[in-house]
């Protein structure tokens, strides 16, 4: 740019602005009335005065007609003291116009909605319905007066509609008072150049016209002027019709696609409505909004190496400011998309992905891209040592803030007490982390049914599965509790649980402080009731196995596992028949007593045979598939049982349990196995089909889905505080043990943040099932208290939240569909579906579909 330009831009402080980026023309009292309460009266706020003149410097603007169009022509001229006028005068006029960006123009029209509940001396800022809802496109052509300080101005009917031609008329062509306009943009300083050689040598006017856009706002059919307009402005004004927080804007009477004043969709590239979603919901965060209409872009840390070189908040303040335009169309969000895919490649392409999971890069991403902090300090962490946990807290705080300052930390985060016990030496480790926003689980995930098989050691009760609700996270004493009182154990007995696989027992449940995750759903456990006194006798496991006639189409009888495995306590054991007498009173509940119901059975262990079958071993027990003639000693009897030592997996066997012979001359071992084989008329005089019936710890139901009730966000965050042991894969280091530990973890709310931001853990992952939970969270809308549930009550600060905005997903795993709810002022509610967005009454809002909340603190009345 030549030097003339440069001293327009010097004294006006003005920038040259892109050509994508939009010029409104508005009415001066209006832009200054917006820049009085913060701005003073600075060179940049006043900007450059243009008078327009004639075109025979003096008399009225011309009015050019021909055959086929009407032109408006006028001068400009530049007032080279251009901010020294009375200030009581200015604005005053119906003639007094200012041309700002619509960066300017954006902050300019929240500042008049923020106020528009704040009466000033019996004025609102806001101008009637009518009036600054109408926003309209006018084209001007500008052309340079040669050696003068003039620019033409021509406004032409070949460049604007006949409604628009007539609006500008009436802006320009009355002649009872001057027009002036203050040019905030510097738009009309590009226009005028010192370079000489471009002006042509015989004329007066550049050859060539350039064509300037312009967006009029406020400036209708209905504006009046004059003197009477000073006297009118307190009776438009109250008539408010424009609102970020307050009443809804309408562009030209219609909402939806044809978008208004926050209230515009975003196109679906392809499965993005969770990008839409997510977006939408921090569009309309108050204190973001006022945050990205202004000059964000000076707190860009470019240097950030855990930033993305400012693009990412780039790429969202480009969007947000454009969603906030009036009249503007569904946007469609592909440079944000793609600096997204870009950054986080897990976001690339067209699939479906997790609305939450995007709100938690975004928010870290633009915490980073507009940290203040150029360079991180390093901070060492300091332990309690007995300090109160005020002190600890702020330590923490300001070490935090030491390295993470950006307006997302002013605005979404908040600090909760993490409290850790060990276990063993009772050690206590107090830290405060900081927290965006909390993933509060519903109740039902906190929970976990399990479904484990009681079993009688005396003879006298069948297999009896019973379901038992746990803790989780919970331990095997959880579940040993659980199952106690189920099944009303008595006070002589205990439990056993062990699990079972191919018809053996692999392990045993033994340790009470064994985590519960450690069992999986398709796992099968048999809980064996024991007499609690008879410990120190010996535990004797008995394994089944009989004879399969074929194997794989082949006549090959083979030695085949089958059941459940039996087991009980040895008190008199002397000899083989002892252990026979057991066994026989083991199998005393499975008899089948006549003939009559060994009829009635034939069609159940039919129908059972394909469960049996699955149960069994698909290999021969300690054979390896070897015919049956070679097991063991001797023959194989058609009609006793005969037994056998062996081990846990019966993978050997030591010797057969003759009649009346000792079993072990040395004496039992504390837990021995007994494999028992089945002769063929044994099988058909118990009923081996419940010997062989043992269901899952959980079988998922694919067809009936049972409905869950409904439960408070109160709830969940009681769940969320509540003290709970670490997982197995989060072990903590203790220090006083040296070692890992399972410790107990116990978090409080410390500091809350002025955005407070809920995550509902709906979707669940297990090994081998993906589940999404309807349930229904009855949340606040109007009343958010949290004064119960914060350990360190500020009594600056309130406690008290309203919600805003919520994300909504409806559908199940690997499909379905997010919306986004908005609360636009009073009672009214906005539903942004991609790019429709339509009104919601208030009572649509709570849904089984919500998954993100958002909530703004509020005063306390």
Same mark, same amino acid.
């Given at each position: 740019?030549?030097?003339?330009?440069?001293?327009?831009?010097?004294?006006?402080?003005?920038?040259?602005?892109?050509?994508?980026?939009?010029?409104?023309?508005?009415?001066?009292?209006?832009?200054?009335?917006?820049?009085?309460?913060?701005?003073?009266?600075?060179?940049?706020?006043?900007?450059?005065?243009?008078?327009?003149?004639?075109?025979?410097?003096?008399?009225?603007?011309?009015?050019?007609?021909?055959?086929?169009?009407?032109?408006?022509?006028?001068?400009?001229?530049?007032?080279?003291?251009?901010?020294?006028?009375?200030?009581? =005068?200015?604005?005053?006029?119906?003639?007094?116009?200012?041309?700002?960006?619509?960066?300017?123009?954006?902050?300019?029209?929240?500042?008049?909605?923020?106020?528009?509940?704040?009466?000033?001396?019996?004025?609102?800022?806001?101008?009637?319905?009518?009036?600054?809802?109408?926003?309209?496109?006018?084209?001007?052509?500008?052309?340079?007066?040669?050696?003068?300080?003039?620019?033409?101005?021509?406004?032409?009917?070949?460049?604007?509609?006949?409604?628009?031609?007539?609006?500008?008329?009436?802006?320009?062509?009355?002649?009872?008072?001057?027009?002036?306009?203050?040019?905030?943009?510097?738009?009309? %300083?590009?226009?005028?150049?010192?370079?000489?050689?471009?002006?042509?040598?015989?004329?007066?006017?550049?050859?060539?016209?350039?064509?300037?856009?312009?967006?009029?706002?406020?400036?209708?059919?209905?504006?009046?002027?004059?003197?009477?307009?000073?006297?009118?402005?307190?009776?438009?004004?109250?008539?408010?019709?424009?609102?970020?927080?307050?009443?809804?804007?309408? &562009?030209?009477?219609?909402?939806?696609?044809?978008?208004?004043?926050?209230?515009?969709?975003?196109?679906?590239?392809?499965? #993005?409505?969770?990008?839409?979603?997510?977006?939408?919901?921090?569009? /309309?965060?108050?204190?973001?909004?006022?945050?990205?209409?202004?000059?964000?872009?000076?707190?860009?840390?470019?240097?950030?190496?855990?930033? &993305?070189?400012?693009?990412?908040?780039?790429?969202?303040?480009?969007?947000?400011?454009?969603?906030?335009?009036?009249?503007?169309?569904?946007?469609?969000?592909?440079?944000?998309?793609?600096?997204?895919?870009?950054?986080?490649?897990?976001?690339?392409?067209?699939?479906?992905? +997790?609305?939450?999971? @995007?709100?938690?890069?975004?928010?870290?991403?633009?915490?980073?891209?507009?940290?203040?902090?150029?360079?991180?300090?390093?901070?060492?962490?300091?332990?309690?040592?007995?300090?109160?946990?005020?002190? $600890?807290?702020?330590?923490?705080?300001?070490?935090?803030?030491?390295?993470?300052?950006?307006?997302?930390?002013?605005?979404?985060?908040?600090?909760?007490?993490?409290?850790?016990?060990?276990?063993?030496?009772?050690?206590?480790?107090?830290?405060?982390?900081?927290?965006?926003?909390?993933?509060?689980?519903?109740?039902? #995930?906190?929970?976990? #049914?399990?479904?484990?098989?009681?079993?009688?050691?005396?003879?006298?009760?069948?297999?009896?599965?019973?379901?038992?609700?746990?803790?989780?996270?919970?331990?095997?004493?959880?579940?040993?509790?659980?199952?106690?009182?189920?099944?009303?154990?008595?006070?002589?007995?205990?439990?056993?649980?062990?699990?079972?696989?191919?018809?053996?027992?692999?392990?045993?449940?033994?340790?009470?402080?064994?985590?519960?995750?450690?069992?999986?759903?398709?796992?099968? @456990?048999?809980?064996?009731?024991?007499?609690?006194?008879?410990?120190?006798?010996?535990?004797?496991?008995?394994?089944?196995?009989?004879?399969?006639?074929?194997?794989?189409?082949?006549?090959?009888?083979?030695?085949?596992?089958?059941?459940?495995?039996?087991?009980?306590?040895?008190? %008199?054991?002397?000899?083989?028949?002892?252990?026979?007498?057991?066994? @026989?009173?083991?199998?005393?509940?499975?008899?089948?007593?006549?003939?009559? $119901?060994?009829?009635?059975?034939?069609?159940?262990?039919?129908?059972?045979?394909?469960?049996?079958?699955? &149960?069994?071993?698909?290999?021969?027990?300690?054979?390896?598939?070897?015919?049956?003639?070679?097991?063991?000693?001797?023959?194989?009897?058609?009609? =006793?049982?005969?037994?056998?030592?062996?081990?846990?997996?019966?993978?050997?066997?030591?010797?057969?349990?003759?009649?009346?012979?000792?079993?072990?001359?040395?004496?039992?071992?504390?837990?021995?196995?007994?494999?028992?084989?089945?002769?063929?008329?044994?099988?058909?005089?118990?009923?081996?089909?419940?010997?062989?019936?043992?269901?899952?710890?959980?079988?998922?139901?694919?067809?009936?889905?049972?409905?869950?009730?409904?439960?408070?966000?109160?709830?969940?965050?009681?769940?969320?505080?509540? =003290?709970?042991?670490?997982?197995?894969? +989060?072990?903590?280091?203790?220090?006083?043990?040296?070692?890992?530990?399972?410790?107990?973890?116990?978090?409080?709310?410390?500091?809350?943040?002025?955005?407070?931001?809920?995550?509902?853990?709906?979707?669940?992952?297990?090994?081998?099932?993906?589940?999404?939970?309807?349930?229904?969270?009855?949340?606040?809308?109007?009343?958010?208290?949290?004064?119960?549930?914060?350990?360190? %009550?500020?009594?600056?600060?309130? %406690?008290?939240?309203?919600?805003?905005?919520?994300?909504?997903?409806?559908?199940?795993?690997?499909?379905?569909?997010?919306?986004?709810?908005?609360? /636009?002022?009073?009672?009214?509610?906005?539903?942004?579906?991609?790019?429709?967005?339509?009104?919601?009454?208030?009572?649509?809002?709570?849904?089984?579909?919500?998954?993100?909340?958002?909530?703004r603190r509020v005063m306390d009345a």
């Amino acid at each position: 740019m030549d030097d003339c330009a440069s001293d327009d831009f010097a004294d006006g402080a003005q920038r040259p602005m892109s050509e994508d980026e939009s010029v409104y023309f508005v009415p001066y009292w209006w832009w200054r009335e917006a820049q009085e309460p913060s701005s003073g009266d600075t060179n940049e706020n006043r900007g450059i005065l243009y008078t327009a003149l004639s075109t025979s410097y003096g008399g009225p603007l011309k009015i050019i007609n021909n055959i086929f169009y009407s032109d408006l022509v006028f001068n400009l001229r530049r007032e080279e003291d251009s901010g020294q006028n009375d200030h009581a =005068e200015e604005g005053i006029s119906g003639r007094d116009y200012a041309l700002v960006p619509g960066e300017m123009w954006l902050q300019a029209l929240k500042w008049h909605s923020d106020s528009n509940v704040t009466m000033k001396d019996g004025r609102s800022s806001l101008a009637a319905e009518g009036d600054m809802a109408d926003v309209y496109p006018l084209q001007l052509r500008l052309s340079v007066m040669r050696e003068t300080i003039l620019l033409a101005v021509k406004i032409s009917k070949k460049d604007n509609t006949t409604e628009l031609y007539k609006r500008a008329c009436k802006i320009f062509s009355v002649e009872s008072e001057l027009v002036r306009i203050w040019d905030f943009s510097g738009q009309i %300083n590009l226009f005028f150049k010192s370079d000489r050689n471009k002006f042509p040598k015989d004329g007066q006017r550049l050859s060539e016209e350039i064509l300037l856009k312009l967006q009029v706002y406020g400036l209708s059919d209905s504006m009046k002027y004059g003197e009477g307009r000073k006297n009118e402005l307190p009776v438009q004004q109250s008539k408010m019709a424009v609102s970020l927080w307050g009443s809804s804007l309408f &562009m030209n009477g219609s909402i939806g696609e044809s978008g208004s004043l926050g209230l515009t969709g975003l196109q679906n590239l392809g499965n #993005t409505c969770f990008m839409n979603s997510a977006i939408q919901c921090l569009a /309309h965060t108050p204190k973001l909004v006022d945050y990205f209409l202004g000059d964000y872009s000076r707190e860009i840390n470019t240097d950030n190496p855990l930033g &993305m070189n400012g693009e990412i908040a780039l790429a969202f303040g480009d969007l947000l400011q454009k969603l906030w335009v009036p009249g503007a169309t569904p946007l469609a969000p592909r440079v944000f998309k793609s600096k997204l895919a870009r950054f986080a490649p897990q976001f690339s392409g067209f699939n479906q992905h +997790d609305s939450q999971e @995007l709100l938690a890069f975004l928010l870290d991403g633009l915490h980073e891209d507009l940290n203040r902090v150029k360079c991180k300090p390093y901070v060492e962490v300091k332990d309690a040592d007995g300090r109160p946990d005020g002190e $600890v807290a702020d330590e923490f705080w300001w070490n935090h803030l030491a390295r993470n300052n950006s307006i997302i930390v002013d605005v979404c985060q908040g600090q909760y007490r993490s409290t850790l016990v060990c276990p063993l030496c009772k050690k206590v480790s107090v830290t405060f982390d900081p927290f965006m926003y909390l993933s509060l689980p519903l109740p039902s #995930t906190t929970m976990r #049914t399990m479904t484990v098989t009681i079993l009688g050691t005396d003879g006298t009760t069948l297999p009896c599965p019973i379901t038992v609700t746990v803790p989780k996270v919970g331990y095997c004493r959880d579940l040993i509790q659980a199952l106690s009182n189920a099944c009303s154990l008595r006070s002589d007995e205990t439990l056993l649980v062990a699990e079972i696989y191919t018809n053996r027992i692999i392990r045993y449940l033994e340790e009470p402080s064994d985590s519960l995750s450690l069992i999986r759903d398709d796992d099968q @456990l048999v809980a064996y009731r024991l007499p609690k006194d008879l410990d120190r006798f010996p535990l004797v496991v008995f394994m089944h196995q009989r004879v399969e006639q074929y194997i794989h189409g082949k006549a090959t009888p083979c030695m085949k596992a089958f059941g459940i495995p039996l087991v009980s306590r040895l008190c %008199n054991v002397v000899n083989g028949s002892d252990i026979h007498d057991l066994f @026989l009173k083991l199998l005393n509940s499975f008899l089948i007593h006549n003939e009559s $119901v060994l009829d009635t059975l034939d069609d159940s262990e039919n129908n059972a045979k394909d469960e049996i079958n699955e &149960m069994e071993d698909a290999t021969s027990l300690g054979s390896g598939g070897k015919p049956a003639d070679e097991m063991g000693d001797g023959q194989l009897s058609d009609t =006793e049982f005969q037994f056998y030592l062996t081990d846990e997996r019966c993978a050997v066997k030591d010797f057969k349990i003759e009649m009346n012979k000792p079993v072990l001359e040395i004496g039992l071992p504390k837990r021995f196995f007994v494999l028992v084989s089945w002769p063929s008329d044994k099988i058909e005089q118990y009923d081996t089909s419940l010997l062989s019936s043992l269901t899952e710890v959980f079988k998922s139901s694919f067809i009936v889905r049972r409905p869950q009730e409904s439960v408070s966000l109160y709830a969940c965050l009681e769940a969320f505080l509540k =003290e709970e042991p670490l997982g197995p894969e +989060d072990m903590w280091y203790c220090p006083g043990c040296k070692k890992h530990r399972q410790a107990s973890k116990k978090l409080d709310l410390w500091r809350l943040p002025e955005i407070f931001v809920i995550h509902l853990k709906r979707f669940s992952y297990s090994r081998f099932l993906k589940n999404k939970l309807e349930t229904f969270v009855d949340f606040p809308i109007h009343d958010l208290d949290l004064a119960t549930y914060i350990a360190h %009550n500020s009594s600056h600060l309130s %406690n008290r939240y309203m919600l805003y905005a919520v994300s909504n997903h409806y559908g199940g795993m690997g499909g379905g569909h997010y919306t986004a709810f908005v609360h /636009h002022g009073g009672n009214q509610w906005y539903e942004f579906d991609d790019s429709h967005v339509f009104p919601v009454s208030e009572d649509k809002i709570k849904t089984s579909a919500a998954y993100v909340l958002f909530y703004r603190r509020v005063m306390d009345a």
